[in-house]
């Protein structure tokens, strides 16, 4: 922990843990000092946790350093109790508990995996994890929430991450999935946070449908630093004001009810100055306070230290300062969010006047103005002060008598200024400074300031030279320019020969920097007594009042100039929305800044949630919006949809800065007007028909409560039935019924509907409910084993005509689970097939099952098949190459086999030309083979062992014409490794 501190001497350094002094010599295992700082080593918790502060002293005083708190953080694992199952039926809401382990520091941070990680659930509409209490929320449970959830507590400042026990959660199948109202389950507290800070509220309800959330503040608008995210679900305010506080609301809503909630928003403040202590130096037996000011929320309290030692009072009140009073103070404001410190050093002393710091300087005054000569000497207690000019004394024949000054009326200030003007030029301050008004050249001399007190006496002299006033002799003048011109401002002034002159330009009160807006401005230097101002490609910023000020070491004379700019007109201000309907909203605006060029006409533009920060020109009514226009109305927009708007300003100089947005404002809803698209559906489980289509997009709603009225009947009937489907984001309705006939032709139209209306149908779509399930499974499945990863099956077909196809499911017995088995699809044409990758030497369990639309029929009785052993790894090690006339007789080892490898039933060799993948293949029992050669031409020889199992690894041989060479042995691995190498080339 650092503590420094500035010194003079060099300050030592004491530490204090929980009020009681560190002994740094008694625990040299743990406790170090480095020049102030403390170092802990092999801090340990229950003796080092606490809170510190560092006492720097010197001969002057002591200070106290703010505290610092030592903390050692944890995350406990959790409990290692099983958790119990939810059950829950589908359309009900759902809470799991992540209870999290004992922490700190407390910022915990949550996610929720599914079955296994990293599998997180991503919240939504429907799903929310609280970052509060850590608990997953589900707003309606439907059956793909099936599985085993478990809680991920992560500690930012430790780095570390815990895993809660699984808690299956079972959804229980309803015939008839019932809807329930909105119910708020999360709602954030009465909450107090710090200005500046950021905020987080958290709200969710259970329901079905799932409800939307919407926030406002009450009494107010939702401050310009909100944005809602987690689909709705978090309220985030950034960088909080105190007018930020408040009463905020959620609303949770669907077509089943409402519910409300509100809490308060208090912003309370970290404690900072208004005023506070500087050090000072005070002479003895003077009168002095020390005052301390700070705000902040709650109001901070204030308390003192003297040389680290507690003392009463708000302010510290000195009426007559003793030595005794010297030190380092400390003036201390705090509320329960911090505190601050401010440090002085109030130093008492005596001493006899002395100019050795600060003697009397030789000064320049400018004829007929003004000069003031300071005498200023260090004394304590203060010091009597007289003046004079060369051998002429000063002090009191300057000042005006009581006589001269007395008028039957009171003056005004004006007129007492005017007065002491008339009647004296010399006066000498209460501070001791001698002033001198209309400067004459006979003022030019010697001045000597004289200071004593009761410790002695001092004097220190200085001069004054008179210099001829600084006089502007070319004013500039008043200009007018347009957008993108040029201006000239000139200026021109006399002054004293002996001294420089410079020129400041500014622009209404404030300097203009010529090097940092060297882009528009520019000096244009014709004489040491010219500074004319080029302003190039003027902006509608640079039109002011210009002044010049000619400045030398002694005096200033300043002329000013107006320059005109005209340009595009400036944004409109106080646009709002005075009425809309479903199509329509009005707009009300003020007129902004013309910049000296009448407006011609308005443009409107808008922007909404689905164009993102995309602007877009508004149709208008009247089209063409007049320059003397401030009302308006935006037409063809689409109902129940946020809008925003801002209306820009245009003259014959060009289109100004557009307005500020307008408040977010949504149209009235009205009756839906598109239809949902591509309609179809078929298929599915038995006695059912399953419709689809593609859901409206969320700006087609036109109002809330949005859903889709499904209509459906068999292509010879007459009556139609209808469904509501009240979720919009549903793309599929599943009509269950024991009456249907398997395959039978349906007509299916869809509308969408809101609390407005009924929209248009869509056109009627031809579908097919499902098939009749199969009831029957294949029969007599029989198989063998082929090598050690590969099979033949085959079974009895199905007599049901309804078939698709089947589907091969295998798995090791002992080794897997039938979760994890492979699987083949069949045509329903074929009652056999072949199926590999299999493992060596394994017992495998086979079944076999018909399907069609409705899904998948009963499994075949189970059959076990037992791969092969595998092929030896070993490649035969070839031993001779014999020459005989046009042929080669090629022999090599017989092939060991291991215990777990098939036995070798022969060899087979390749014949082929280098460079191609087939060749001659012949098969013996032999370990030797006489093969042809042919002249100028390299063959490949390939030999390795065939078992039950399969074929072993490879050795080769290459044969040129009358030579022969050997290549290496390659594993079935090493082949692999080869083909893949090449391929890479």
């Not at 799932?210 to 926030?215: N, Q, S, T």
Request: glycine letters at 8%; aromatic letters at 8%; hydrophobic letters at 35%.
């Amino acid at each position: 922990m650092i503590c420094r501190a500035r010194a003079s001497p060099p300050a030592t350094y004491k530490w204090i843990l929980d009020g009681a002094e560190i002994d740094l010599s008694a625990d040299r295992k743990h406790y170090a000092l480095s020049e102030g700082n403390l170092v802990i080593s092999e801090p340990v918790k229950n003796k080092h946790e606490g809170r510190y502060s560092c006492l720097a002293g010197n001969t002057h005083g002591t200070v106290v350093s703010r505290e610092a708190s030592v903390q050692f953080g944890y995350l406990d694992l959790f409990s290692s109790e099983e958790r119990e199952s939810v059950y829950v039926k589908e359309g009900q809401g759902a809470v799991l508990l992540c209870a999290p382990p004992p922490h700190h520091p407390a910022d915990l941070s949550f996610r929720w995996i599914l079955n296994e990680f990293p599998t997180f659930i991503p919240p939504d509409k429907r799903r929310f994890i609280s970052q509060i209490t850590g608990n997953l929320y589900i707003s309606k449970v439907e059956a793909s929430d099936s599985g085993n959830y478990s809680c991920i507590a992560s500690s930012a400042s430790i780095s570390k991450s815990v895993f809660s026990n699984y808690i299956p959660l079972v959804p229980l199948t309803e015939r008839a999935i019932r809807k329930y109202p909105a119910d708020l389950n999360v709602k954030f507290p009465d909450t107090t946070t710090l200005a500046g800070h950021n905020i987080t509220l958290e709200c969710f309800a259970l329901g079905n449908p799932v409800p939307e959330i919407r926030w406002r503040k009450l009494n107010g608008e939702l401050p310009p630093n909100h944005e809602v995210r987690m689909a709705g679900a978090h309220l985030h305010l950034y960088n909080v004001r105190s007018e930020d506080s408040g009463s905020y609301q959620c609303e949770a809503a669907n077509s089943k009810g409402k519910d409300y909630h509100s809490a308060h928003l208090s912003v309370e403040a970290f404690p900072e100055w208004v005023e506070h202590i500087s050090s000072a130096e005070r002479d003895l037996g003077s009168a002095y306070t020390m005052s301390c000011l700070a705000r902040g929320k709650p109001k901070p309290r204030i308390r003192w230290l003297k040389n680290g030692e507690p003392l009463d009072g708000k302010e510290m009140v000195f009426r007559n300062l003793t030595f005794e009073d010297s030190g380092m103070y400390q003036c201390i404001a705090e509320n329960p969010h911090g505190v601050i410190f401010a440090n002085a050093e109030l130093r008492v002393f005596d001493c006899a006047p002395t100019f050795e710091r600060n003697p009397v300087k030789h000064v320049l005054a400018p004829r007929n103005g003004r000069v003031v000569m300071e005498c200023r000497p260090k004394a304590a207690p203060k010091p009597k002060v007289s003046w004079s000019k060369d051998t002429e004394l000063l002090s009191n024949s300057s000042r005006p008598s009581e006589k001269a000054l007395l008028r039957p009326d009171p003056p005004t200030t004006a007129e007492s200024h005017t007065l002491r003007l008339r009647l004296f030029r010399m006066f000498i301050w209460e501070d001791g400074s001698l002033e001198i008004l209309n400067v004459t050249r006979t003022d030019e001399g010697r001045y000597t300031c004289f200071a004593h007190n009761n410790l002695g006496k001092a004097n220190s002299t200085g001069s004054l030279t008179v210099t001829d006033s600084t006089k502007i002799t070319l004013a500039p003048s008043n200009a007018d320019v347009k957008v993108g011109e040029n201006a000239r401002m000139q200026c021109g002034a006399s002054h004293d020969s002996s001294l420089d002159i410079a020129f400041i330009w500014s622009l209404d009160g404030r300097v203009i920097d010529l090097d940092k807006d060297a882009q528009h401005y520019e000096r244009t230097l014709n004489g040491s007594s010219d500074g004319e101002l080029l302003i190039k490609n003027a902006q509608l910023k640079h039109a002011g009042i210009y002044s010049c000020t000619a400045q030398t070491p002694v005096d200033n004379v300043t002329s000013s100039a107006s320059l005109v700019v005209r340009g595009p007109p400036g944004a409109p201000a106080g646009l709002r929305v005075t009425d809309k309907s479903n199509k329509n909203v009005t707009l009300q605006w003020s007129r902004g800044a013309d910049n000296h060029s009448p407006i011609s006409k308005y443009t409107i533009q808008y922007r909404d949630g689905f164009s993102r920060d995309v602007w877009k020109n508004a149709a208008t009514s009247p089209a063409d919006i007049e320059g003397n226009a401030e009302t308006a109305t935006v037409v063809d927009l689409v109902p129940w949809t946020e809008y925003e708007f801002r209306v820009i300003a245009t003259n014959t100089l060009g289109t100004g800065t557009p307005s500020v947005p307008s408040l977010k404002e949504k149209t009235l809803a009205s009756s839906p007007v598109v239809a949902p698209s591509d309609v179809g559906g078929g298929g599915g489980t038995n006695r059912e028909l399953t419709i689809t289509w593609t859901p409206v997009q969320e700006q087609y709603y036109y109002g809330p409560y949005f859903g889709y009225i499904v209509a459906f009947k068999p292509r010879a009937g007459v009556e139609w039935t209808q469904v509501t489907v009240s979720d919009p984001r549903a793309g599929r309705y599943v009509h269950r019924d024991p009456s249907i006939a398997p395959a039978t032709e349906f007509v299916v139209k869809i509308q969408a509907y809101n609390s407005k209306g009924e929209g248009p149908y869509s056109l009627p779509q031809t579908i097919f409910s499902a098939q009749d399930a199969i009831t029957d499974a294949p029969g007599s499945i029989d198989g063998k084993a082929l090598s050690a990863t590969e099979a033949v099956l085959w079974w009895f077909p199905i007599s049901q005509s309804n078939i698709d196809g089947y589907q091969v499911k295998y798995w090791r017995k002992q080794e897997d689970s039938e979760g994890g088995a492979h699987k083949v699809v069949v045509s329903g044409k074929e009652n056999h097939t072949r199926v590999d990758g299999m493992k060596p030497d394994s017992l495998y369990l086979i079944e076999i099952r018909g399907y069609n639309s409705a899904g998948y029929g009963p499994a075949s009785e189970r059959l076990e098949i037992h791969t092969k052993k595998p092929p030896p790894g070993q490649a035969p090690r070839i031993i001779s190459k014999k020459l005989k006339g046009k042929s080669v007789n090629v022999a090599w080892e017989h092939v060991e086999t291991l215990a777990n490898e098939a036995p070798v039933d022969g060899y087979k060799v390749l014949y082929r030309p280098q460079g191609q993948s087939t060749g001659t293949l012949y098969m013996t029992k032999w370990r030797h083979i006489e093969l042809p050669l042919f002249e100028n031409e390299t063959y490949v020889v390939e030999v390795r062992a065939y078992t039950e199992g399969g074929d072993g690894a490879v050795s080769q041989i290459f044969i040129t014409g009358g030579s022969a060479t050997a290549a290496r042995p390659l594993s079935a691995l090493g082949l692999l490794l080869v083909a893949v190498l090449c391929l890479n080339l």
